[in-house]
């Protein structure tokens, strides 16, 4: 028996780790093939197995449940399922060992993914009765997407099929098959029994016609020697520390590379070049730092840098781009939008940014590229992405630290989305905003008034475009130079070739603002009647036009109002089954939460609302009233 023992925590440079990963479809037998592994190394003290053995009794089995060692949360236990991921350590003689349990269900595959972002080895599981399922090949291909390349596909419940060699191999060729074009360095398959502990610590005398290793022998002697400190120096900063004014530093982890003392160094985004003053720690001065070291660097020179900045050597500078390509993994169950704005986070950097385009989804059972005009939970796709801002990366397979990212929702900060980029798009260094020689407030001045954009919303039938209109004719009466933008008007022309789906009402009105910025761009007082039912997209306008030149008008009008009055004889056809996706019955509306104006048309006329509007812009000081 391999000899396991719990060691005092070491530097990570005195012993080599290995951080693996647990993963494929449910009932599969993760947890219990750490908690056997545990087990029978002997690193479970006896109150713990006293524990765990009253446990399995409650939860119903007569025998002991090791998955309990390792599933810790109540509805995990309740359910016999893995919802978060859990990690354990231990060490060996020949090396230490980071795990982490990640869940089999489906809709937590977003935690699958978190735990895969920082292995360096797969132990995939497979049930000996079923063979490689749905979830598995989802997985394998996570796991091959983040980066990796070494993999133990673990037959487990051999047992339950009389330790048949042909029930093993046949899993195994099955999963071969699929994984083939997966990029995997090395796969292993061991035939295992979690419950019973074969070839987990100890051979088993049921596999006689297995030659291989058992499983902890293969983790031991596993040949993945970290490469970082032999990569390109990245240190992304992280903070930057000034306890006093004598002192300026940057803190952060050395991503990868290594660094010294009288380096050279370049701010990535920036360009701007200077030299390693010092490299401080808490236990003092180091002369090197390398990847996981965490530091304080000092510089010669002062110059601007901040968090999110990403510091390299001038000779091996990553890319600085707004626009990559991208793998996509969509964990979120509200679809994903392309055009909407999201938060982006490189590394340290959080930018703004949006998908703009899909190039295809990836079907996990097949591989093969299927098109695609959004991504719905624990879909991939691969993606050009556009970001506000610069950003500075490497490509994924060339450094896993500063090539992949996640997306964050704006409103609700959940995390929906995690990346790998693939590589930059160069298009974004040929456009550039080109500085006009005459700008909005020249324009503006020579039409002697204020430009904004008032942003009418509402249900169809609430009586946007009668209100809108007569605010049109009212300044055109006080001689202000307006433009009326219907959402209609621009469906029957820019916008004529988007459908009614949540992606193509994003980009709507992602066109209808920058078509509205234009124009208040030359001066004009802008008025824009959409329905436009997302909250985000409205907002996104209204960072795109500036807050205070942006009056949203919220025409508030019951549906069942809008269904009497009913202009167009839509909520006819929708009665009759003719039109779906219908924003207020089967499409969802987000009514404005705090709007600068708040129409209720069933308490006024449509005059009388036109006049609010009017009266509510000028006391905004956007608009002189010259008619006194």
């Known amino acids: 028996m391999t000899s396991i023992a719990i060691s005092k925590p070491v530097h990570p440079r005195a012993r080599d780790q290995l951080r693996f990963i647990t993963c494929g479809s449910v009932d599969d037998g993760k947890s219990t093939l750490i908690g056997r592994l545990l087990h029978d190394s002997k690193m479970i003290y006896q109150d713990q197995l006293a524990a765990v053995k009253r446990d399995s009794i409650r939860h119903g089995s007569a025998d002991i449940d090791f998955a309990l060692l390792v599933d810790g949360l109540e509805a995990e236990r309740e359910q016999g399922i893995t919802i978060d991921v859990a990690y354990r350590f231990f060490t060996t003689s020949r090396r230490s060992f980071m795990v982490a349990d990640t869940p089999g269900h489906e809709q937590y595959t977003r935690n699958m993914a978190t735990g895969a972002s920082n292995a360096q080895l797969a132990i995939i599981l497979i049930d000996a009765r079923k063979g490689a399922l749905v979830q598995t ?3 394998s291909f996570i796991c091959s997407l983040l980066g990796i390349r070494h993999v133990v596909l673990a037959v487990n419940k051999i047992d339950l099929v009389a330790y048949s060699k042909v029930a093993f191999d046949r899993s195994v060729a099955s999963y071969l098959a699929f994984a083939a074009g997966l990029g995997f360095s090395s796969i292993v398959p061991i035939p295992i029994s979690a419950r019973h502990g074969d070839n987990v610590v100890d051979r088993s005398a049921h596999t006689k016609w297995y030659n291989g290793p058992c499983l902890i ?15 390109a120096f990245r240190f992304p900063v992280q903070w930057v520390n000034r306890p006093d004014p004598d002192f300026r530093g940057y803190a952060g982890s050395v991503a990868s590379g290594r660094i010294s003392a009288g380096d050279d160094v370049v701010v990535a985004a920036s360009g701007r070049t200077t030299r390693i003053k010092r490299i401080v ?27 999110g900045d990403l510091l390299s050597r001038p000779t091996e500078r990553p890319s600085v781009a707004d626009q990559f390509a991208a793998y996509l993994i969509w964990m979120d169950s509200d679809p994903l939008a392309p055009g909407r704005n999201y938060i982006l986070r490189i590394g340290s950097q959080t930018v703004a940014g949006s998908v703009t385009a899909i190039r295809y989804r990836i079907d996990v059972n097949t591989c093969e590229h299927l098109a695609a005009e959004t991504l719905s939970l624990n879909e991939i796709a691969f993606c050009n992405v556009a970001t506000a801002l610069p950003a500075a990366f490497d490509p994924y397979d060339v450094n896993r630290k500063t090539g992949s990212f996640i997306v964050i929702d704006r409103f609700t900060n959940r995390t929906v989305g995690a990346g790998m980029i693939a590589f930059p798009l160069r298009r974004a260094t040929n456009v550039s905003w080109r500085a006009p020689s005459v700008g909005r407030s020249e324009r503006a001045a020579l039409k002697h008034q204020r430009p904004c954009v ?3 919303t509402g249900l169809s039938g609430a009586g946007k ?34 459908g009614f789906s949540k992606a193509e009402r994003v980009e709507n ?106 009266a509510a812009v000028m006391a905004r000081t956007l608009l002189r009233d010259e008619r006194r």
């Open 137 to 139: 090949r989802r997985h």
């Open 465 to 498: 475009s009668t209100i809108a209109n007569l605010v049109d004719q009212k300044l055109l009466a006080m001689s202000r130079h307006a433009m009326l933008l219907d959402g209609d008007d621009l469906r029957n022309g820019l916008n004529a070739d988007l």
């Open 281 to 307: 720690t808490q236990d003092g001065d180091l002369v090197h730092a390398e990847a996981g070291d965490a530091v304080t660097i000092t510089l010669e020179d002062e110059i601007d840098i901040g968090r």
């Open 217 to 231: 022998e293969h983790l031991e002697s596993v040949d993945i020697q970290s490469d970082t400190a032999s990569q």
């Open 454 to 456: 008032v942003w009418f």
């Open 509 to 614: 009105i992602r066109r209808a603002g920058q078509v509205a910025k234009l124009m208040l761009d030359s001066g004009l007082i802008v008025i824009c009647s959409f329905i436009s039912p997302y909250r985000s997209e409205r907002d996104m306008v209204r960072s795109l036009i500036g807050k205070d030149e942006f009056v949203e008008v919220f025409v508030d009008t019951p549906i069942e109002e809008c269904a009497r009055r009913d202009p167009k004889g839509l909520y006819s056809k929708v009665k009759a089954g003719e039109i779906k996706n219908f924003t207020g019955i089967d499409a969802s509306y987000e009514a404005p939460i705090r709007p600068e104006i708040h129409l209720r048309t069933t308490e006024q006329t449509p005059e009388q609302a036109a006049e609010v509007v009017i």
